[in-house]
């Protein structure tokens, strides 16, 4: 049973210990209520203030944006008097390096999880950012981003034609986007309606016979990929796994110098379930690091990501020669990489949602869910 499991029984149990104690408490009130009515009139009026307290709108030092439970439009200059969250940065200057987008951000709007690294990165979580800023802002600068994708073998007929109709949908509106898909089967890449301003490539690869080798050789294919095409038509390149759909805006906040992802799974949980790789003989053996992440999203700009998977491959090569193979294939490459060189931009759980992790009072949006794995047939 994983942590979250224990920690999650263990939540019922006490909620359930605290709704018994609220029905004993309220039936002593009702029967107290039944014999006297001036306490009738007490009770009925404390209700109302209740009533009114929780439905009256309250406002965050400086008030609310144009986009729902936003505080950021404080205005530029007004000086920051509101509480922190769990971010220790000094409200100006805030992250590093300067980017100007990224000044808009409210890392103090969310009190109730880390907006920031150490190292001065925002971790972006619904209710940081305006949408409309980001977006005007990557517009005027001509930003035009590539989604690079797999899908070989099962994978192609079961995933690709959800996760690419659903891009077009969620992902990056109103940026111009080219998919890369790299497939065994590009005969099979047919019937896909994209929008305006939205551009398909499909590119034949070989199929590897492990899926753990289908899974990390995709570093080569995407450096290789990054310096034949993408370098000469996009600043951005986001790399992702097939199997998964957006349901909700993935848009231009996301976009960063080096972007990397928490994992789901691992981002309330104690360092020491991090399944980082703990094979010494292995590149990508780690004792500790930051964070733990996620392998099915990352991005930034083609600098960086070819950055990350020429060094990523170079790692995996060195293992492949030394017979040893990390334990999460690519992810634990790129979770070495990152503890290695800091990502300039962290994105919550928010942009990657294991829809099995069950509600999370910390995940307010979700932008991107994870389909239903078939390993058994899809792997065969
Ligand atoms: N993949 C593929 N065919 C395979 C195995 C993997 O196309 O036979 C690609 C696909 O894009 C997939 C990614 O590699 O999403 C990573 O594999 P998978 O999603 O199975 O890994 P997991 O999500 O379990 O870590
Ligand atoms: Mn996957």
């Known amino acids: 049973m994983s942590y979250y499991r224990i920690d999650l029984v263990f939540r019922l149990i006490v909620a359930a210990c605290r709704m018994n104690f609220v029905l004993n408490v309220g039936r002593r009130l009702l029967s107290k209520m039944r014999q006297c009515s001036r306490l009738r ?76 690294t150490t190292w001065g990165a925002p971790i972006m979580w619904d209710g940081m950012f305006d949408p409309d800023v980001y977006d005007k802002h990557h517009i005027k600068m001509g930003a035009s981003v590539a989604l690079t994708v797999f899908a070989i073998g099962r994978y192609l007929e079961t995933y690709l034609m959800d996760f690419l109709s ?39 690869v070989k199929r590897h016979k492990r899926w753990q080798d289908i899974s990390m050789m995709r ?20 790399c992702m796994d097939v199997d998964q759909v957006f349901v909700g805006r993935f848009g231009s906040e996301a976009l960063g110098d080096s972007v990397a992802l928490l994992h789901s799974s691992f981002y309330n949980t104690p360092q020491e379930t991090y399944t980082y790789d703990r094979q010494p003989n292995s ?22 990501v070819r950055n990350l998977t020429e060094s990523c491959l170079r790692g995996i090569m060195t293992d492949k020669r030394n017979g040893v193979e990390a334990l999460w294939h690519d992810e634990s490459h790129l ?44 792997r065969s």
């Open 41 to 116: 009139l007490l009770y009925g009026l404390c209700f109302l203030l209740l009533f009114i307290f929780i439905c009256t709108p309250r406002r965050v030092a400086g008030g609310a944006g144009a986009y729902p439970s936003m505080h950021w439009a404080r205005g530029r200059n007004t000086p920051w008097t509101g509480f922190q969250g769990k971010c220790h940065l000094p409200p100006s200057p805030k992250l590093k390096p300067v980017n100007h987008v990224d000044d808009s951000l409210d890392l103090g709007s969310r009190t109730d999880v880390k907006t920031c």
């Open 166 to 204: 659903s891009a077009d949908r969620h992902f990056m509106v109103g940026l111009p986007v080219t998919y890369y898909v790299f497939t065994d089967a590009p005969e099979n890449v047919t019937g896909v309606n994209l929008k305006a301003g939205r551009t398909l490539e499909t590119i034949m």
């Open 219 to 238: 570093m080569e294919t995407i450096a290789d990929a990054i310096q034949t095409r993408i370098r000469h038509r996009h600043r951005y390149v986001f």
């Open 283 to 304: 590149t990508a053996y780690m004792e500790t690091g930051d964070f733990y992440y996620h392998a099915a999203v990352f991005g930034g700009t083609w600098q960086s």
């Open 335 to 378: 979770n070495k990489y990152f503890w290695l060189h800091k990502p300039s931009k962290v994105l919550s759980p928010e942009y990657c949602w294991n829809f099995l992790n069950g509600p999370s009072r910390e995940i307010h949006v979700k932008r991107l869910l994870w389909a239903e794995k078939h390993y058994d047939i899809l």
